[in-house]
């Protein structure tokens, strides 16, 4: 190993080679001693060789090493910040933040330069949405501590994040309130907390400093209610930057940590008198939460004025969210009893509540205005009768379904033939972290253009590979079925001369090893070694490394799997037409077998006798294939999962698992060998998490519900369990899917109406009624599982209330009453009644009424029975009349 000095000697002789070296390893120790003593002229010559050596390098991912390593040579040799900030801004760099500002501080002060500061303002100014936290560090680290700090949203919303990532590697974390205290960027950003949109979401971190269990919860606002306290900073301030951030709106996600850091200041009569109007217009306009908190701070006022309160009421009666509503109906009451001699005028405003859709809500009010409102006179007329819905269950026509039937699937677009529009495609495939779209339009055209068009498809892919996001930089090493490196590889090699067969090594090592024979099972034509890989996600990886493997190789116009409708689905024929037109050479293999999973299922023998005289032995395969009829409907299994076993020591990820989860198994039919082991689905570990490229897979299988079902279903079942976000987003490309459901696609339907965030609940609401309109939603399968799911406590029932009321109203009532009817006996058995049942009697007794269909509920009577007011023998015995008048 060179020592330093030599190293010196070499780099001011000219040879800046070493210094590159040490650069890609990672050395930044020894890249900051090997410029020490540089003569600046030198340092200059070295910096230009620097950049074009950077440049040659457009496809490589700095690590923090590498990355800080390459920050301390380019401020050691680079002639001015903007030429700095150009290569350390690039989202392909990472940096290890402070132990990159220290070094760097050091190696300015030995060249006696000054524009640290104009560089760290210059990286502010380009931090990006998918910018690197050590980024930020970095920047902050060299900010000096009398300057005013960038204020930028993207520097603010990084400072958040670093606030709840304390680096550990100092040794215990120093709690939040004391770092806050510290802080030198804490006067000049916490203004910019209320003024940034969605900052309130990253702000509701939680403080771990044993184990998760013992966390300390929305630990910021906490903190800066209690530096309020200390009279660190301004109280009011606080109050009113909550307030106006509430005002504003937002995500109703980003407004919850104002409303916890209003909740932790515990503003006084006073406080909240003085800013009441602000209250009122909360109360009235705001996500119901932030309301609810404005209503509880305004009850607690000693006299508010009755005139601002009634014209604030006349809002919130009409709002659907039943607890606001209530409360206000109760705060009403509490006016009218105080004031007497306006109790008239409050029936009046609360006589706005009858036309809620809350029926209990209605009938609240019904008793509040008759309770409040004037007596009829003597003699006058009988008051009105009151609406059918109070006393009883409202007369409807009695109706079904009435949705529209979508129809077939729409066409597959047409191939890409030009080279304009691969580049447009190619693009809006890399250019977010959003990896969940199918590509084989991508694939055919890659197909069609390289052999012939292979150096203007090159030309045209570099600008875009060089803007890419960064999560399409490198394979995800934590995600078994990442796919990036591949695709990335793909497209970086795409259009150049096809190298010798030894170089095309990588390509043929991946083909041969997914067909590996696994010595200890049954024999199989696709081979998946980690049990968290889905089999159609490794017949994607097969058919990525296959179209690696012939890229460029001319004969083949396009993929015989391309789909010819927009759900995946192949024509037959157009099959047939492609094995023609390829004539005596060979189809590749994977590409064939995924044209034929793409099949219609069914035996045609017509068609096969066709394909038999090609006489070759892609034709013989694809009629053997008809004559079979396909792939044949596996047989299904719910099974119990049970969480795994704690690991020894700290184990964050086990508790945040469910203690129990329903899963589906299949396996194939008795005889059938499943070669590519696609009907053998063992539920994975319930931590798997690939929800974005679960979206992929029904097009691998797009006349197979059932079997796409039970592969996605890991990750429906994670929105709702584990609170994942677009785990649920591939239901409504699964009821795009031809063949029968069966215990897959009921389970995670249930799920997905119990899942945590609305765009999964709206997807499964989407999927739900694309069943429902093509008559192949097993309404009572679906209600059975979701009853079974909500009485054993393993999802949140509320959640599904609202999916379900939108598929009613959608034209879906009868297949919502037959849902509920099926959901109800496991619900109304449970010790203790799940919170959500009442709602779910509502909704049954609505549909039930509207639809005119009597469907028998084991276990309604005996609770419509009991004694009692409570909401769920209210509303079942609500639900218990409309059958009985039925």
């Known amino acids: 190993m060179k020592s330093t000095v030599r190293r010196r000697r070499e780099l001011a002789a000219g040879g800046s080679s070493d210094l590159f070296d040490l650069v890609d390893a990672g050395s930044a120790d020894l890249v900051a001693a090997a410029l020490t003593g540089l003569p600046e002229q030198r340092r200059r010559a070295v910096g230009v060789e620097l950049t074009e050596w950077f440049k040659t390098r457009r496809s490589t991912f700095w690590g923090s090493a590498k990355g800080t390593a390459l920050a301390v040579a380019v401020v050691g040799c680079l002639p001015t910040a903007a030429q700095a900030a150009a290569l350390l801004s690039r989202r392909s760099v990472a940096i290890d933040g402070d132990r990159a500002a220290r070094l760097v501080r050091v190696v300015a002060v030995e060249r006696g330069i000054d ?54 590697r100092r040794g215990a974390p120093v709690p939040l309130v004391d770092r806050l205290r510290a802080d030198p960027l804490l006067p000049a950003l916490l203004p910019r907390l209320f003024e940034i949109d969605g900052l309130g979401g990253p702000m509701m971190f939680d403080e771990v400093h044993t184990d998760w269990e013992n966390r300390r919860r929305h630990v910021l606002p906490t903190a800066l209610a209690q530096l309020a306290a200390e009279g660190v900073v301004d109280r009011a301030a606080l109050l009113d930057g909550a307030l106006g951030r509430l005002l504003r709106g937002d995500r109703p996600a980003a407004l919850r940590a104002f409303t916890v850091l209003l909740d932790q200041l515990q503003p006084g009569t006073q406080e909240v008198a003085a800013r009441a109007t602000d209250y009122l217009r909360l109360l009235a306009d705001a996500p119901a939460p932030v309301a609810v908190m404005a209503q509880k701070a305004l009850r607690a006022l000693p006299d508010p004025e009755p005139e601002a309160v009634l014209a604030a009421s006349r809002e919130v009666l009409l709002r659907p969210d039943k607890a606001l509503v209530r409360g206000q109906l109760t705060w009403l009451d509490r ?90 495609e190619v693009a809006a495939l890399v250019g977010t972290e959003h990896r969940g779209e199918p590509f084989d339009r991508i694939l055919d055209g890659l197909v069609r253009l390289a052999p012939t068009d292979g150096p203007r498809l090159r030309a045209a892919l570099d600008p875009v590979l060089a803007r890419r996001h960064w999560a399409w930089a490198a394979e995800h090493s934590w995600d078994p079925c990442c796919l990036c490196g591949l695709v990335s590889d793909l497209l970086e090699t795409a259009g150049e001369p096809r190298p010798a067969a030894p170089q095309r090594g990588r390509w043929a090592a991946l083909l041969a090893a997914v067909r590996r024979t696994d010595p200890q099972g049954p024999p199989r034509e696709l081979t998946v070694t980690d049990p968290r890989v889905p089999v159609p996600h490794a017949l994607l990886r097969a058919r990525l490394a296959e179209v690696g493997h012939h890229l460029g190789e001319p004969g083949h116009p396009g993929l015989l799997a391309a789909p010819t409708s927009a759900n995946g689905a192949l024509d037959p024929l157009a099959l047939l037409e492609r094995l023609t037109a390829l004539g005596e050479r060979q189809p590749w293999r994977w590409d064939l077998t995924q044209a034929l999973l793409r099949l219609p299922t069914g035996v045609d023998d017509t068609l096969a006798g066709k394909a038999e005289a090609l006489r070759t032995p892609a034709g013989d395969r694809l009629a053997a294939w008809l004559r079979a009829g396909g792939l044949p409907d596996p047989v299904a299994r719910i099974i119990p999962l049970a969480r795994r076993p704690r690991k020894v020591g700290y184990d964050w990820q086990h508790d945040q698992l469910p203690p129990r989860r329903i899963a589906v198994e299949l396996r194939p039919p008795a005889g059938y060998p499943d070669p590519y082991g696609l009907l053998t689905v063992d539920p ?99 209600g059975a599982r979701l009853g079974d799911l909500g009485a054993g406590q393993l999802v949140k029932l509320t959640r599904a209330v609202e999916p379900l009321r939108d598929a009613a109203g959608a034209g879906a009532p009868l297949s919502v009453w037959r849902l509920l009817a099926a959901a109800l006996p496991p619900l109304l058995a449970a010790a203790t009644p799940p919170r959500g049942l009442p709602d779910l009697l509502t909704l049954a007794a609505e549909t039930a009424t509207a639809t005119g269909a009597r469907i028998e509920v084991p276990g309604l009577a005996e609770v419509a029975g009991r004694g009692g007011t409570s909401r769920v023998v209210t509303e079942a015995r609500r639900l218990h009349r409309a059958l009985a008048a039925g």
Do not use: N
């Open 115 to 168: 524009w640290l500061p104009e560089l760290a303002r210059r990286m502010a100014d380009k931090l990006t949405r998918d910018a690197w936290l050590g980024h930020w560090r970095f920047v902050a680290g060299l900010l000096p501590a009398d300057a005013a700090p960038p204020t930028g949203e993207r520097f603010v919303e990084l400072w958040v994040q670093s606030l709840g990532t304390p680096d550990r």
């Open 684 to 782: 994975p570990p319930m931590e798997t998490d690939h929800a974005t490229w679960a979206r992929m897979w029904p097009s691998v299988l797009p006349h197979h519900l059932g079997v796409v079902a039970a592969y996605v279903l890991p990750q429906v079942t994670a929105a709702a369990d584990l609170d994942r976000r677009d785990g649920a987003l591939a239901l409504p490309l699964l009821a795009e899917c031809g063949g029968p459901g069966g215990p897959a696609v009921d389970v995670a339907l249930a799920y997905g109406l119990a899942a945590r965030h609305g765009v999964d609940r709206v997807a499964t609401l989407d999927a739900l009624l694309g069943l429902a309109a093509t008559g192949r939603l097993d309404a009572a399968g679906v």
């Open 335 to 424: 006016l009218a009893r105080r004031h007497p001699d306006r109790a008239a005028q409050i029936a009046e405003v609360i006589a706005v509540a009858a036309g809620h859709p809350s029926v209990d809500v209605r009938d609240r009010a019904a008793a509040l205005t008759a309770r409040h409102g004037p007596a009829p006179a003597a003699g006058g007329p009988a008051p009105a009768a009151e609406p059918a819905s109070v006393g009883g269950p409202a007369v409807a026509v009695a109706r079904g379904d009435d949705l529209p039937h979508p129809g077939p699937p729409a066409p597959a677009p047409a191939p890409i033939t030009d080279l304009d529009e691969l580049t447009e």
